[in-house]
């Protein structure tokens, strides 16, 4: 590998399917595919707090990495900026966002508003089988946080409110939830969240066992607070204050 691509490694190329995969082919993947994929690696590095928030995507290592053109690379930062999760600059080029504290309170703002409401649906229709399948799902996280698997637990934690979401079989909402939480845990790269996972888990726990009672008031209180104490622990201060006012006379 040349020297300059190492810094990128954090970006994991997925294995192609199974299927695939046994039959020693390589992925016949179109462009479409391939673009949602280089995507998708990038969301997940982020996700799994590989990819800082401001580090430099280079167009061509990427490309290496995936061995493909720097067209497909750059129709992916173009998704990954709609998702605001990539900023593009015509001088600095691509560079994982930095979101400022205003963006911050209002993706907050926002998951309080749509996950109050699926939480109430999911109450009312999640099947029994659904809830085993939540139930599976804390059963990982709680083993990731036993191994101090960060990147594993991240993801999974992150996942949980994804999961509940594609349940409800509105594919709009599932991919505006994946969008947040996404967005949502470069917040908490940038701002050094307190609210630790073990907490975060307990929380999820109770959400379910709202959700097995189909107590939507419960249910939606929890996730209500549960969001809340998340934002709570974020350190939503600029980072750099206004001159102005750090040297105004006391
Ligand atoms: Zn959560």
Do not use: W
Request: aromatic share 2%; charged share 25%.
């Amino acid at each position: 590998m040349p020297r300059s691509a190492a810094r990128l490694q954090v970006i994991r190329v997925p294995a192609p399917p199974r299927a695939r995969r046994a039959a020693g082919e390589r992925a016949p993947a179109d462009s479409g595919d391939m673009t949602k994929r280089i995507a998708d690696s990038i969301t997940t590095a982020i996700v799994e707090r590989r990819l800082m928030p401001g580090t430099k995507l280079a167009e061509q290592k990427i490309a290496d990495i995936f061995k493909v053109s720097r067209t497909l690379v750059r129709q992916a930062f173009h998704q990954l900026s709609r998702d605001k999760l990539v900023s593009l600059e015509p001088a600095r080029g691509a560079r994982v966002a930095e979101p400022g504290v205003e963006e911050a309170r209002q993706v907050f703002e926002v998951r309080q508003m749509l996950e109050a409401a699926m939480i109430r649906r999911a109450a009312a229709e999640l099947a029994p089988a659904q809830i085993a399948e939540l139930r599976a799902h804390l059963k990982d996280e709680e083993a990731a946080i036993r191994r101090t698997d960060v990147s594993g637990r991240t993801r999974l934690l992150a996942d949980f409110h994804v999961v509940i979401a594609g349940m409800l079989g509105n594919a709009v909402l599932a991919g505006m939830i994946g969008e947040l939480v996404s967005r949502s845990s470069l917040i908490a790269l940038m701002y050094q969240s307190a609210h630790s996972a073990e907490h975060s888990f307990e929380e999820h726990v109770a959400i379910v066992d709202a959700l097995e009672k189909h107590d939507s008031r419960a249910a939606a209180r929890l996730m209500e607070s549960h969001l809340h104490h998340v934002e709570q622990n974020l350190r939503l201060q600029p980072r750099f204050p206004d001159l102005a006012a750090a040297l105004r006379p006391q």
